[in-house]
Nanobody, 114 residues
């Protein structure tokens, strides 16, 4: 499974960004997809995830502001981020899981200015 995230950039606090992630290879084996973020010196943390059945999970700090979605064929995954905060400046990574393990794409930098 290969993943490629994009869509990062500089946005003012309170603004919005939509991050797309292209998913390819072994899609039929994927049972969940998600977005994580990481800041220097910190562990990667869950932002949002979605299962094949459509069940979603969000980090507490993003509930009500972020939305994860996928196309029906799972080849595209999105993270809609609204009302962004400066502390959400991080590298955002898309992720996919199957029975063999986790797959990660290269991250995309999101910078939120105050």
């Amino acid at each position: 499974v290969q993943l490629q995230a994009s869509g990062g950039g500089l946005v003012q606090a309170g603004g919005s960004l939509r991050l797309p992630c292209i998913v390819s290879g072994g899609i039929f084996r994927i049972n969940s997809q998600g977005w994580y973020r990481q800041t220097p010196g910190n562990q990667r943390e869950l932002v949002a995830s979605i299962t094949n059945g459509g069940s979603t999970e969000y980090g507490d700090s993003v509930k009500g502001r972020f939305t994860i979605s996928t196309d029906a064929d799972k080849k595209m995954m999105y993270l809609q981020m609204n009302n962004l905060k400066p502390e959400e400046t991080a590298v955002y990574y898309c992720n996919a899981r199957d029975v063999s393990g986790n797959y990660w794409g290269k991250g995309t930098q999101v910078t939120v200015s105050s």
